[in-house]
């Protein structure tokens, strides 16, 4: 069972940028999984944001996002990361590290709120 852990959401001025961070438990097990990101605003579906294979670092992107988000990942500290620039009002939500097979994933981390004022 992997564990994900988020931290780093706040509230930024649009055009900002935020980074958030996921510790991630399970290391036996990320290697052959995909990490990413969903995110949820309020009164709406949990939407994907980005992946990333933990071993390949190949990553997918949600067209929402592409070109102003990043994902990373250290393996040595078992992190993933998302880089978000230019920030935007409808980029506001809560923000769930995720694991398992994109764009649905299979588990959760209890999520981070990302708030961007206009």
């Known amino acids: 069972q992997v564990q994900l852990v988020e931290s780093g959401g706040g509230l930024v001025q649009a055009g900002g940028s935020l980074r958030l961070s996921c510790v991630v438990s399970?290391?036996?097990?990320?290697?052959?999984?995909?990490l990413g990101w969903s995110r949820q605003a309020p009164g709406k579906d949990r939407n994907f944001v980005g992946s990333?294979?933990?071993?390949?670092?190949?990553?997918l992107y949600a067209d929402s996002v592409k070109g102003r988000f990043t994902l990373s990942r250290d393996i040595a500290k078992n992190t993933l990361y998302l880089e978000m620039n230019d920030l935007k009002p409808e980029d506001t939500a809560v923000y769930y590290c995720?694991?398992?097979?994109?764009?649905?994933?299979?588990?959760w981390g209890q999520g981070t709120q990302v708030t961007v004022s206009s």
């Open positions: 990333i294979f933990w071993s390949s670092g190949s990553t």
């Open positions: 995720a694991a398992g097979v994109p764009p649905k994933f299979n588990s």
């Open positions: 399970g290391p036996a097990l990320i290697s052959r999984n995909w």
